[in-house]
T-cell receptor, first 113, second 117 residues
Framework: SQQGEEDPQALSIQEGENATMNCSYK?????LQWYRQNSGRGLVHLIL?????REKHSGRLRVTLDTSKKSSSLLITASRAADTASYFC?????????????FGKGTKLSVKP | DVKVTQSSRYLVKRTGEKVFLECVQD?????MFWYRQDPGLGLRLIYF???????EKGDIPEGYSVSREKKERFSLILESASTNQTSMYLC????????????????FGPGTRLLVL
């Protein structure tokens, strides 16, 4: 399976701390995306990083991509209780059919106030 | 703002019933997708469509069919619902992918939680 894998499966931190989630994948990608899902809701796109990029920032989010290790990380700085959610990485692979994304199983982040 | 809507948030059906889940997007996206989400299994692609009347099977199409008669609307049909189809169903849409840029950002609806008794 090409499915990405997030690590850790669950993460619990205090408000104000940084949260780091990792994603590994198996075959070459043309981009990697991170999504967030609040409990019982749909997913919301956070950030997209292309295969020729190494780092990208958006507000308190920082995403890195290491194509040699086939891995990415999502860092949320100065976390807030409202960041409590599940976070998914999704990969777009060369030769993939018509723009499918392959989603990982997610990291469940709990930020305690 | 892209809006993807799904016909129901919660649905309870009996085994053997025919179930229709409808998804509508308002951004003129070419691609539309149906996923199911189960604890511990993540999102799994059931079917997707890259144009009107065009469809492709995803990872788990068995027991499902789809219909895309209009660009903005993508329906998922459970021909004869079974208890193992109890799940959260998520619809998404995106612009058409390109070879160089790959899959585009997907916009998701709020989900339909289906319970089959």
């Amino acid at each position: 399976s090409q499915q990405g894998e997030e690590d850790p499966q669950a993460l619990s931190i205090q408000e104000g701390e940084n949260a780091t989630m990792n994603c590994s994948y198996k075959t070459s990608i043309n981009n990697l995306q991170w999504y967030r899902q609040n409990s019982g809701r749909g997913l919301v796109h956070l950030i997209l990083i292309r295969s020729n990029e190494r780092e990208k920032h958006s507000g308190r989010l920082r995403v890195t991509l290491d194509t040699s290790k086939k891995s990415s990380s999502l860092l949320i700085t100065a976390s807030r209780a409202a960041d409590t959610a599940s976070y998914f990485c999704a990969t777009s692979h060369y030769g993939g059919s018509q723009g499918n994304l392959i989603f990982g199983k997610g990291t469940k982040l709990s930020v305690k106030p | 703002d892209v809006k993807v809507t799904q016909s129901s948030r919660y649905l309870v059906k009996r085994t053997g019933e025919k179930v229709f889940l409808e998804c509508v997007q308002d951004m003129d996206h070419e691609n539309m997708f149906w996923y199911r989400q189960d604890p511990g299994l993540g999102l799994r692609l059931i079917y997707f469509s890259y144009d009107v009347k065009m469809k492709e099977k995803g990872d788990i199409p068995e027991g499902y069919s789809v219909s895309r008669e209009k660009k903005e609307r993508f329906s998922l049909i459970l021909e004869s619902a079974s208890t193992n189809q109890t799940s959260m169903y998520l619809c998404a849409s995106s612009l058409r992918a390109t070879w160089t840029s790959g899959g585009k950002t997907q916009y998701f609806g709020p989900g339909t939680r289906l319970l089959v008794l």
